[in-house]
């Protein structure tokens, strides 16, 4: 059993001071690398000998031998993080280390199961629509909205024109004027936002194709969909940390295209985003070359 192990299980024969002692240990392992036995006994108003009594109940010599053996914990669960068995819940009063292992197996697992889903012919069928268009249509809400942003980005370093509409207006307004050289991505981790079904059926019925990228192929929004690829929500893995699992699987599905298309044209794309990037210095940030930061 772990030292992490032993605080939060210990509980019997410990005096108030020494369960304060833990409490803190717990909530705070991050500082057990900074704090000698007289600094964590001053921050948890106790002292260096009720330290020192605390870490030989659990099992060590004194503080020093504590110290030690917990940062070689913490340097192993952190080169170990995706190695968590079933499923992976939160609890309360997480600490950096236990989420820390959590959200790295979350994001693990997500790309995973997507890259495990993927079926490559469909794969390369949406690259070549993306590749053919002009211009990159994202709808999407909420938190698929910064996606799409975040995607937006990415396709324009490849040399894509992209725009996100979030307005319901604006979306409306867009999908009902026939687009040629436009492909429409929507995102939605339900699959079943009607707005974004409706959306999806007047875009196509306007000669616009539609990519889908959601949690199931079977969901209304898949169905009105030219194409929909699966961006996982491992709900029935991962309690609580299903709207992070989304954001994982969908980004690695708009990197894995943003880069195919990159690559497609890649030395022009080198060559505009040096132009970019050469423009950037002189035009857009001389401020915060010239004025760096200070604390």
């Not at 979030?166 to 004027?177: C, E, K, V």
């Not at 059926?201 to 616009?208: M, P, Q, S, V």
Request: proline share 3%; with cysteine.
């Amino acid at each position: 059993m772990t030292l992490m192990e032993t605080m939060q299980t210990m509980d019997g024969g410990l005096t108030e001071r020494e369960k304060d002692i833990r409490r803190y240990l717990l909530d705070h392992p991050e500082k057990v690398e900074l704090f000698s036995a007289r600094e964590l006994g001053a921050a948890t108003f106790t002292s260096a000998a009720s330290v020192t009594r605390f870490c030989q109940k659990i099992g060590c010599k004194g503080y020093p031998d504590f110290k030690l053996r917990f940062l070689a914990e913490l340097r192993q669960a952190s080169s170990q993080a995706h190695a968590i068995e079933g499923e992976v819940l939160m609890t309360p009063r997480e600490n950096a280390v236990s989420l820390l292992r959590k959200i790295t197996e979350v994001q693990h697992r997500s790309v995973e199961q997507t890259r495990a889903e993927l079926d490559l012919n469909q794969l390369i069928r949406v690259y070549q629509r993306l590749l053919d268009a002009q211009h990159l249509d994202f709808y999407a809400y909420d938190s698929s909205a910064c996606i799409a942003e975040y995607a937006c980005n990415q396709f324009y370093f490849a040399g894509k024109r992209a725009q996100i509409y979030r307005d319901t207006n604006m979306q409306g307004l867009n999908a009902s004027i026939p687009a040629t050289g436009h492909v429409a991505i929507l995102l939605s981790h339900t699959g079943r936002n009607a707005r974004l079904v409706a959306l999806a059926k007047l875009l196509r019925r306007n000669g616009t194709p539609v990519i889908a990228i959601t949690c199931s192929r079977q969901c209304p929004l898949a169905d009105a969909a030219s194409e929909a690829l699966v961006a996982v929500t491992l709900r029935d893995q991962i309690n609580e940390f299903w709207v992070q699992s989304f954001a994982s699987s969908a980004k690695y599905l708009l990197d894995l295209l943003a880069s195919m298309v990159f690559s497609q044209d890649y030395a022009h794309n080198m060559e505009h985003n040096a132009r970019y990037e050469a423009f950037g210095r002189d035009n857009l940030w001389p401020l915060m070359e010239e004025k760096p930061y200070k604390k």
